[in-house]
């Protein structure tokens, strides 16, 4: 299973959100931190003490900001107006899917 990215259509959450829709949300948020720690990293590595950001770095992170952390942060402000115990059983299941796909390349380069 590809991980999922936060650029991903929003999810319409129904009158009585399930434990999928939880799941949904939860891997945008994650997403999104995805995206932002391989942007950051990425931008580590192109700028030294002696080099400015360039118009192209600023541009990713403009890009960045509307494509990806906006929808995660609109994810997180969705799960926060969950109740407590469907979070929790999301999370869950969230953290199931989450262990299968660290586990799959594990047996494929096995």
Not at 25 to 35: F, G, I, Q, T, W
């Amino acid at each position: 299973m590809p991980k999922p990215r936060a650029t991903a259509p929003p999810t319409h959450l129904r009158a009585e959100p399930t434990v999928s829709d939880v799941v949904e949300l939860l891997e945008r948020y994650a997403a999104a931190d995805r995206d932002l720690a391989g942007e950051l990293d990425r931008i580590g590595a192109e700028v030294s003490s002696s080099r400015r950001v360039s118009q192209a770095t600023v541009t990713r992170l403009l890009r960045l900001l509307e494509d990806s952390l906006v929808p995660g942060v609109q994810a997180k402000a969705e799960l926060d107006s969950l109740p407590t115990q469907l979070r929790r059983a999301g999370i869950v299941r969230w953290a199931q899917h989450a262990a299968q796909r660290v586990q799959r390349p594990a047996e494929e380069s096995a």
